[in-house]
């Protein structure tokens, strides 16, 4: 189990992410308001080198 408390922590895993994931495939995110959703989002979206804002 991770302990992504930290948002750096939560940035590394959405990157980990990003090397796995291939065309095609969906990914939901839930969780409650300020779980870390958006935070992990940013994450795999830089890990497939996206630059611009997430919101």
């Known amino acids: ?3 992504l408390d930290e948002e750096n922590a939560t ?3 959405g990157a980990e ?3 796995v994931l291939h065309p095609g495939l969906i ?3 839930s969780g409650n ?3 870390g959703k958006t ?3 940013r994450g795999i979206l830089r ?3 996206y630059q611009g804002k997430v919101k």
Do not use: E
Request: cysteine-free.
């Open 11 to 13: 940035l590394a895993f």
């Open 17 to 19: 992410i990003a090397a």
């Open 47 to 49: 890990g497939l080198g």
């Open 33 to 35: 308001l300020g779980a």
């Open 1 to 3: 189990m991770r302990n």
């Open 39 to 41: 935070t992990l989002a």
């Open 27 to 29: 990914i939901f995110l």
